[in-house]
């Protein structure tokens, strides 16, 4: 597992902040609306001091907290490492399956702990499995709509596992060492030296945001899971090659940046 750099490499929290929003979906309209699920023996989660109320994993009448969209293999229970502590498992429709946990909550905020929980699911989904990523915060109101999602918008689903299979996100930002000079002016590297050699190595890259003048470039790259080892070999090469240049290295994510699906009123929506 490769950890998330320090400085200038924005936190999570503001990470999911900037790109999704927290949401709920009714079963008829599509539109956000507080969950309606009923309640029975509250359990005490084992992450934190109070206890909520939550159904056993697979209720039918409990809300559904989607996490991804994965190929089908078999029936499959992860453990209880969802939101709130609940058990992660899968709802099957022909060769997809959507990866949930039950809830009660029809919202949920966009904290640090909870993107922490939300992200780890993914990473390990990502262990065995092409992952095709749900937004922060998607909240179904039952299985029976997340089945009729999957059914309905299939050949979609099936082009953007396609498009990430068997790969990974992975961040690279270049910082110009302050010690060394002010500005990425200043420093007079050309971004597309070092990227060109990361480039090659991966699928597919795009760009974000220079949110810093020390920034020389925020990239993310798509990677083949059997090529993370020698990508991140590349980036190790690199920082000897320029010393002025401080490299942050993140992930592997889920590929947000390349393909990543939302709950809107039309049903799933792709971005």
Not at 19 to 27: A, L, M, Q
Not at 97 to 110: F, P, R
Not at 154 to 163: A, P
Request: proline share 3%; with cysteine; net charge neutral.
């Amino acid at each position: 597992m490769i950890e998330r750099g320090s400085g200038l490499d924005a936190d999570s929290t503001a990470r999911w902040q900037a790109r999704y929003e927290t949401r709920s979906v009714n079963e008829v309209s599509g539109k956000a609306s507080p969950s309606t699920a009923k309640v029975v023996e509250p359990i005490k989660i084992d992450d934190g001091s109070r206890v909520v109320e939550i159904k056993n994993a697979g209720d039918t009448e409990s809300g559904k907290y989607l996490y991804s969209i994965i190929p089908y293999r078999e029936e499959v229970e992860f453990g209880k490492i969802g939101m709130l502590g609940a058990e992660v498992y899968v709802i099957r429709c022909n060769d997809l399956a959507g990866v949930i946990s039950d809830t009660v909550n029809g919202e949920y905020e966009l904290t640090e702990a909870n993107v922490k929980r939300h992200d780890e699911v993914l990473r390990h989904l990502l262990e065995s499995y092409t992952v095709l990523p749900a937004e922060f915060g998607t909240v179904l109101q039952s299985r029976r709509v997340l089945a009729r999602l999957l059914k309905k918008a299939s050949d979609h689903i099936r082009e953007g596992l396609r498009l990430v299979e068997d790969s990974v996100e992975l961040g690279v930002k270049a910082v110009v060492r302050k010690e060394v000079v002010d500005t990425r002016e200043d420093a007079g590297v050309k971004p597309d030296e070092i990227l060109g050699s990361l480039k090659c190595l991966a699928v597919k890259s795009v760009s974000g945001d220079l949110f810093s003048d020390r920034l020389i470039f925020n990239e993310s790259f798509l990677v083949k899971k059997e090529g993370l080892a020698t990508f991140s070999k590349g980036v190790e090469k690199l920082r000897s090659t320029y010393p002025m240049v401080r490299l942050l290295y993140s992930g592997p994510w889920a590929p947000y940046n390349f393909v990543h699906i939302r709950i809107g009123k039309d049903g799933i929506e792709f971005k």
